[in-house]
């Protein structure tokens, strides 16, 4: 190597040990920096007292994160939107309940509305309902009944929704 490469190497060396003592001064790392020569830096300064924070570097930095927990507070509170008053939930759920009792109203039938009368099933219909239940009931006969039934109920509600 030569005297010029030394020299390069050198100022390398100084620049990045400036920046590592930057970042490990609870700065942040402008440039890049070696990983392995910012994990061992960081060991051995913090290896010295056990691991534990000086009390006033620990008091600092409590104070920090107090402060900017506030800051963040206070833009999450800026942030959210204000609860809608009480007089507009009042006047919407009135709103509601008028629309619905008006819907209700006009729906409501303006007449009274008769039964629709149906026939009465004959003594016969309901005799071969009987016998058809019994031993031996005739079925043929049962069905013609009920088809007659049928047919009058039918015309009734005919009569009735025309």
Known sequence: ????DDEEVEETERREAEAL??????????????????????LLRYSAGGGELPADREDA???????????AKEREAAAAPAPAPLW?????FT?????????????MPSEEIA?????????????????RLG??????????ALRGYRVSV????EARYE
Not at 88 to 92: K, S, T, V
Not at 115 to 131: C, K, N
């Open 115 to 131: 039964a629709t009368e149906l026939p009465r099933p004959s003594a016969a219909l309901v005799s071969s309902g009987i016998e």
């Open 61 to 71: 930095l409590l104070a920090e994160v107090l402060a900017r927990a506030a800051r």
């Open 88 to 92: 507009r939930w009042l006047i919407g």
């Open 135 to 144: 031993p031996g009931g005739d079925e043929a006969a049962f069905r013609d």
């Open 95 to 107: 709103g509601v309940a008028i629309a619905l009792a008006l819907v209700l109203w006009f729906r």
């Open 21 to 42: 003592a930057h970042a490990l001064e609870r700065g942040s790392a402008l440039d890049a920096l070696p990983e392995d020569a910012l994990e061992a830096a960081a």
């Open 1 to 4: 190597m030569t005297e010029r």
């Open 154 to 157: 039918y015309e009734a509600l």
